[in-house]
């Protein structure tokens, strides 16, 4: 017969209980850290969560991204903290489905430049690729006004010293067959490239979204545009901040049914729409497009369209030229300009061609109509309202431009804007060639 005391005994099942709750405590805390599998926020949300944790001493935190993505990207959460994430592998995040992302902290890319042109991901389209695909159906992903992507793309400008589209130089985000989706409150600094490409997605909201990709230094911040649309539908911007060196938003091949509103935009070129028509024989299209309430400072144009000559020279995506298609049913109205600088706050220009070679302007059978640019108010650096070379070969057609109220600050004292420079351009609607 047992002479333990009844004390020690309870003391002795006490101490294993909580020996097995510690234990329990640090397995679910390394799980959460390193996102090797989902766990539980409780019984309010069912959805399982991956917490995103820096390695300790790590100079890569891809590995844990992306196993977060794995284990809760289909029907979970993936939290980023308020933590400084090293990125310097490129990641393939497609796929997702009712996933929901949120960014705290900053995600901030690698200086290793070989590696970059090395391994970045191909988009398939102008020898563009990028650093990071994301994509999926009902995914939502949320920067909460302090989500950072930081591309370290001061030590881009300086490696390109300007060159144009150097091949395999990555873009900071790929918006990658995306449906159904929301991106919001996210903020991007110092991109690679171009920002955001949205590829082959339909019905995509972004909203809230600052960018800075400005050079601090002599070498130009060149190809830093905001975002750029291709082979998607139902795309729509919503209060974008934008200061950059180029495009701040461009619409590309195949962008339809797109909305752009209520944004400000700082130093760039303004809203493009292309460059288009690259590509000898191939169709493409540019369609329904509305652009409302946007605020330039020290923009080159105010929106401008950019079609190739209809002779190829060269390849892409530098070179090119020869495609066919259209561009029509373009709105741009409500633009409060602030020291526009080039010729014309509008601008068509069907010219583009290798640089450095002349190649004929009126030869682009790519066709632009039904465009209308109303309600224009503020101060510009030219006397001309629009200057717009279209092609003999396929001249543009239902061009509208009215309630135009500009000052020419270029001149002292201050004259109105009113002029336009026209060729190739038929059936004019508020102003005459």
């Not at 070498?219 to 082979?231: C, I, L, V």
């Not at 590509?279 to 497009?289: A, G, L, Q, R, W």
């Not at 105010?302 to 090119?320: C, E, F, M, R, S």
């Amino acid at each position: 017969m047992s002479t333990t005391p009844f004390s020690v005994k309870l003391f002795s099942v006490l101490a294993l209980l909580l020996l097995a709750f510690i234990s329990s405590v640090l397995a679910e805390s390394e799980t959460s850290a390193n996102s090797k599998a989902p766990i539980k926020p409780g019984n309010n949300d069912p959805r399982p969560t991956c917490v995103v944790k820096t390695l300790l001493n790590s100079t890569d935190d891809t590995p844990v991204i992306l196993d977060a993505f794995k284990n809760c990207g289909h029907g979970g959460s993936i939290v980023f903290l308020n933590q400084t994430y090293n990125i310097n592998t490129v990641m393939n995040t497609t796929g997702l489905r009712d996933c929901e992302i949120d960014i705290y902290g900053t995600l901030i890319w690698g200086k290793n430049i070989s590696y970059w042109l090395n391994n970045s991901l191909p988009l398939g389209y102008q020898n563009q690729s990028s650093a990071w695909f994301l994509g999926g159906d009902n995914i939502k992903v949320r920067g909460h006004g302090y989500g950072t992507l930081d591309g370290n793309g001061q030590t881009w400008y300086d490696f390109v010293n300007g060159a144009s589209n150097y091949p395999h130089r990555p873009h900071a985000l790929t918006i990658w067959k995306a449906t159904n989706s929301i991106f919001e409150g996210l903020r991007f600094v110092q991109s690679q490239m171009w920002t955001m490409t949205v590829i082959h997605s339909q019905n995509v909201l972004l909203q809230d979204i600052y960018v800075n990709s400005t050079s601090h230094d002599s070498k130009p911040a060149r190809n830093t545009d905001g975002a750029d649309t291709m082979f998607s539908d139902h795309i729509t911007f919503k209060r974008w901040t934008v200061v950059n060196g180029d495009d701040s938003i461009s619409l590309k091949a195949n962008s339809t049914n797109i909305v752009i509103q209520d944004s400000t935009f700082y130093k760039g070129l303004g809203v493009a729409i292309g460059s288009i028509g690259q590509y000898k024989d191939v169709f493409e299209t540019i369609e329904n497009v509305y652009v409302d309430n946007i605020t330039c400072y020290n923009t080159a144009y105010a929106a401008y369209i950019k079609t190739w000559t209809g002779q190829q020279v060269g390849y892409p995506p530098n070179g090119g030229g020869g495609g066919l298609g259209y561009a029509q049913n373009l709105t741009f109205t409500n633009f409060k300009m602030h020291n526009t600088t080039k010729t014309g706050a509008f601008y068509i220009t069907q010219c583009t061609t290798f640089s450095g070679v002349a190649g004929d302007c009126n030869t682009s059978l790519f066709n632009l109509r039904d465009i209308h640019f109303t309600n224009i108010t503020g101060d510009v650096g030219t006397s001309y309202v629009a200057s717009m070379q279209c092609s003999a070969a396929s001249p543009c057609s239902g061009i509208e431009i009215e309630g135009v109220d500009l000052m020419d600050v270029a001149t002292v004292p201050e004259t109105v804007t009113g002029l336009f420079k026209c060729s190739n351009v038929l059936n004019t609607t508020g102003f005459s060639c």
